[in-house]
C-alpha cells in the first residue's frame, strides 16, 4: 500500500513544475522553434525558411569567428586554471596552521560576481591609468604605459578577458582538488615517502593519479562554464574591437538585441547547446563508467 | 652533547625552512587577492588619483569622495534593497517547491528523475543570452516588466532544476520507512515532509539555498533585459557606470567592493557547502 496517495505527490509536484514550465522550458522550446523563421524588426514572425538560418551560420565568417574565439578562449582559460588551481592546492594542502587561514582567504574570491570580475580587471588593465602596465613600466618591461593596449588591440583583448576569466575560477579548482587531496588515504603518501619519493614524485606519481576523477570533473564543469562566458566579457570588451573577444554568447545576444535577428540568435544558441551538451554526456558517461569499474574491482 | 647538537641544528633547518613555506604562501595569497585589494583601496582615493597615470597601489589621499559620489550617483539602498529581495525571495521560492517537487519524484520511483538530471545537466549548457529574449516576451505578456516579482519568478524558475537535482540526492539516502513511520503516527503528507524529511536533510537545503543565492545575487543579464527604473539591481548598477557615465572608475571601484564584499565572506564562510554544490550533477555517487 502506497502511504502517500498519487494525487499528493502530483499535488507536491506542481508549483514547481509551473515555473520551470513558464520561465524554463517554454522559453528553450520557443529557441529552438524561433531557429526555422525569420523575423520582422517588430520581433514577431515572418517566415517559416527551414534550415535557412543554420546554413547562414556556418557560410558567413563573422558568425564562425566567435566559434573560434570561444574555443580559444576556453582553451586558454581553462588549461591555465587547471594548473594553477592545482599547484596552490598542493601547495596549501599541508597542514601549517597559518595555512588555513590563508586558505581560505585565498579562496574567498570564489564566488564574485563575474561582472565585478570583468570591472576590477578593466580597470587595472586600463592602459591610461591601469595597475598593470604602470607596474611592468617600472620593472622595465614596458617603456611607456600605452605600449600594451589591452583592451583596445585585438590582439590582447580576448587573451585579458581570459586573465579575468583565470582569476575568478581558479580559487574553484582549488577548492575541488582540496577537496580531493584531503579524501586521499594518508597511508599511501607516507608509504610513498618512506620508500623515498621526494616532493616531485609524491605529487606526480600518486597525488595525481588519484585525482584523476576529481580533476576530469572539475574540467566538464569548467569548460560549459568557460564556453557560456558573458559578464565578463561584456564589463570588459564588449565583444570589441572588432570582434576579437566575441564569443559566442555574446554574439547571440548582439543579434538578439541590437539586430533582432531572432531567428539566427536561436539558431546560433541551439547549435552552440547541441555541442556543450555532447561534449558533457561524452565526459561525462565515461567518468562515470570509469568509476563503475573502479567501484567493482574494489568489492572484489 | 654531540648528538644534541646536530639534533638541534636541524630543528634550525626545519624552523628555517617553515619560515619560508609560510612567507612564500603569505606572498602567493596577497598576489592573489591583489586585484580586490586594489578595488578596495582604489576606492579610498580621490577621484584624482583614481585616474592618475602614475597608479599606486596605496591611496596617497585617504578620501570618501568615491563613496559619496557613488551615493549621489546611484539610489544604493534601493538598488542593494532590489537585489537583496530577488535573491532572498528567489531562493526561498526555488529551494521550497524545488525540494517539494523533488520529493514527489523521489517518492513516486518514476522515471522523471532520469528525465530530471538530463534536464539539469542541459539547463547547465543553455547560455542564459539565448532564452534571454524569449523570458523578456513572456514577463511584457504577463504586464509584470520591471517589477520584482518578475525577477523572483525567472530568478526561481532558472535555479530550481538544480535544487531538484541536488536534494533528489539527498531524498534517496533517506529510507522510506522514516515516511511511513510519520504517517501511521497520523501526520499529513506535507507535515511529514516539513517535520521529517526536511530536517534530515537540511545539508542539502544549505547546499542548494547558498548557491540560489549566489546566483541570484550575482545575475547580471536578467537584470540588464527585465528591469529599468523601479527593479534595477545593484550589479546592473555598477555596469551603468562604464556605458552611461563614460567610464567613471571612482565611484564604480566603491559600488563593486560594497556588492562583492558580503559574497566573499559568506563563501569563505560556507565552504564546505559550496563543493558539494559544485559537485553535484558531475559526480555520480
Not at chain 1, 86 to 100: C, G, P, V
Request: net charge positive.
Amino acid at each position: 500500500m502506497r502511504l502517500i496517495s498519487r494525487r499528493t505527490l502530483i499535488l507536491f509536484f506542481i508549483p514547481g513544475a509551473v515555473f520551470m514550465l513558464l520561465f524554463l522550458l517554454l522559453p528553450i522550446g520557443k529557441m529552438v522553434l524561433d531557429s526555422f523563421f525569420t523575423f520582422t524588426r517588430m520581433g514577431s514572425r515572418e517566415e517559416f525558411v527551414w534550415f535557412d538560418n543554420y546554413v547562414t551560420l556556418f557560410t558567413t565568417s563573422k558568425y564562425i569567428k566567435p566559434f573560434v574565439n570561444t574555443v580559444i578562449y576556453v582553451v586558454i582559460s581553462v588549461s591555465v586554471e587547471m594548473v594553477l588551481g592545482t599547484f596552490l592546492a598542493i601547495w596549501f594542502s599541508n597542514s601549517y596552521r597559518s595555512m588555513r587561514f590563508m586558505r581560505s582567504l585565498i579562496l574567498s574570491p570564489l564566488m564574485m560576481a563575474p561582472i565585478v570580475t570583468g570591472i576590477i580587471w578593466r580597470f587595472m588593465l586600463s592602459a591610461q591609468f591601469g595597475i598593470v602596465n604602470q607596474t611592468l613600466v617600472n620593472l622595465g618591461i614596458l617603456n611607456k604605459t600605452s605600449d600594451i593596449l589591452w583592451l583596445a588591440d585585438p590582439k590582447f583583448a580576448l587573451l585579458s578577458c581570459c586573465f579575468a576569466d583565470i582569476w575568478l575560477t581558479t580559487p574553484f579548482i582549488m577548492l575541488m582538488m582540496l577537496a580531493g587531496i584531503s579524501s586521499l588515504d594518508s597511508n599511501m603518501l607516507e608509504a610513498a615517502r618512506i620508500d623515498g619519493a621526494n616532493k616531485l614524485q609524491q605529487v606526480f606519481r600518486v597525488i595525481l593519479p588519484n585525482l584523476k576523477t576529481i580533476i576530469l570533473t572539475a574540467l566538464s564543469i569548467r569548460v560549459v562554464d568557460a564556453a557560456r562566458s558573458f559578464d565578463i566579457i561584456w564589463a570588459m570588451t564588449q565583444g570589441g574591437p572588432n570582434y576579437a573577444s566575441e564569443l559566442i554568447s555574446i554574439t547571440i545576444y548582439k543579434t538578439l538585441i541590437k539586430n533582432h535577428q531572432e531567428g539566427l540568435a536561436s539558431a546560433m544558441a541551439v547549435v552552440f547547446v547541441s555541442i556543450l551538451i555532447a561534449f558533457a554526456l561524452i565526459f561525462m558517461r565515461n567518468l562515470w563508467s570509469g568509476q563503475a569499474v573502479r567501484k567493482e574491482r574494489v568489492r572484489k | 652533547m654531540n648528538n644534541a647538537n646536530i639534533h638541534r641544528s636541524r630543528l634550525r633547518k626545519k624552523g628555517i625552512q617553515d619560515v619560508l613555506v609560510i612567507l612564500v604562501s603569505a606572498f602567493i595569497t596577497l598576489a592573489f587577492l591583489f586585484p580586490y585589494i586594489y578595488l578596495g583601496m582604489s576606492s579610498f582615493k580621490t577621484s584624482q588619483d583614481v585616474i592618475s597615470v602614475t597608479p599606486t597601489l596605496l591611496p596617497p589621499g585617504f578620501s570618501v569622495e568615491n563613496w559619496v559620489r557613488m551615493f549621489e550617483r546611484l539610489p544604493v539602498g534601493k538598488y542593494l534593497g532590489n537585489s537583496l529581495f530577488v535573491a532572498l525571495a528567489a531562493t526561498g521560492i526555488s529551494v521550497f517547491l524545488g525540494s517539494l517537487s523533488a520529493y514527489s519524484i523521489d517518492r513516486s520511483n518514476s522515471k522523471v528523475s532520469r528525465f530530471l538530471l538530463v534536464l539539469t545537466l542541459c539547463l547547465k549548457m543553455i547560455p542564459l543570452s539565448s532564452i534571454s529574449v524569449p523570458v523578456y516576451n513572456i514577463v511584457i505578456r504577463l504586464g509584470i516588466y520591471d517589477t520584482r516579482i518578475a525577477m523572483v519568478m525567472v530568478m526561481a524558475a532558472i535555479n530550481m532544476p538544480f535544487v531538484m537535482w541536488v536534494m533528489c540526492g539527498y531524498y534517496r539516502n533517506i529510507p522510506v520507512s522514516l515516511d511511513e513511520a510519520a504517517c501511521v503516527d497520523g501526520a499529513g503528507s506535507l507535515t511529514t515532509f516539513l517535520r521529517v524529511i526536511l530536517p534530515v536533510s537540511l545539508p542539502g537545503i544549505i547546499t542548494s539555498a547558498l548557491f540560489v543565492l549566489f546566483c541570484s545575487w550575482n545575475d547580471f543579464i536578467f537584470g540588464l533585459l527585465l528591469t529599468s527604473v523601479n527593479a534595477k539591481t545593484f550589479s546592473v548598477a555598477i555596469s551603468e557606470f562604464i556605458t552611461a557615465y563614460g567610464l567613471d572608475f571612482g565611484p564604480m571601484t566603491a559600488a563593486a567592493f560594497l556588492f562583492s564584499f558580503p559574497v566573499l565572506i559568506l563563501s569563505v564562510l560556507a565552504q564546505r557547502y559550496i563543493v558539494q554544490g559544485f559537485t553535484a550533477g558531475a559526480i555520480k555517487e
